[in-house]
């Protein structure tokens, strides 16, 4: 049975820090993409960053581009996303998906888009002076 289950939010200042894991188990993390979302309040599930573990490459957010960095840690199977610099934008829940990716996908750019078929329950980031 895949699990996800994220850790790591909690109430930041803007301009600090913050890592955030996603804990994976019951699959082989090196063949899946893995995603990052971020659900504000009264807004749809937004697609920050993904990183496709076949291959190691890996996407982001245009918004978010160049402060947010996401990397795994096969020995530990989680998937890491560390945003620094944050804004008060950057608040909401964040979700980590997996999906498995067949060979012929290995070298597929990950995608930002819902439709994974694993979720994690969420981990609250709250960005408040």
């Known amino acids: 049975q895949v699990q996800l289950v994220e850790s790591g939010g909690g109430l930041v200042q803007p301009g600090g820090s913050l890592r955030l894991s996603c804990a994976t188990s019951?699959?082989?993390?090196?063949?899946?993409?893995v995603a990052w979302f971020r659900q504000a309040p009264g807004k749809e599930r937004q697609g920050v960053s993904c990183?496709?573990?076949?291959?190691?490459?890996?996407r982001f957010e245009d918004s978010v581009r160049g402060r947010l960095t996401v990397s795994t840690d096969y020995a530990k199977n989680t998937v890491y996303l560390d945003i620094s610099n944050l804004e008060l934008e950057d608040a909401g829940v964040y979700f980590c998906?997996?999906?498995?990716?067949?060979?012929?996908?290995?070298?597929?750019?990950?995608?930002?888009?819902?439709?994974?078929?694993?979720w994690g329950q969420g981990t609250q980031v709250t960005v408040s002076s």
């Open positions: 019951g699959l082989t993390l090196s063949y899946h993409e």
């Open positions: 998906a997996a999906d498995w990716l067949p060979t012929l996908l290995h070298h597929r750019d990950c995608k930002l888009t819902t439709d994974f078929t694993h």
């Open positions: 990183i496709n573990n076949a291959d190691g490459s890996s």
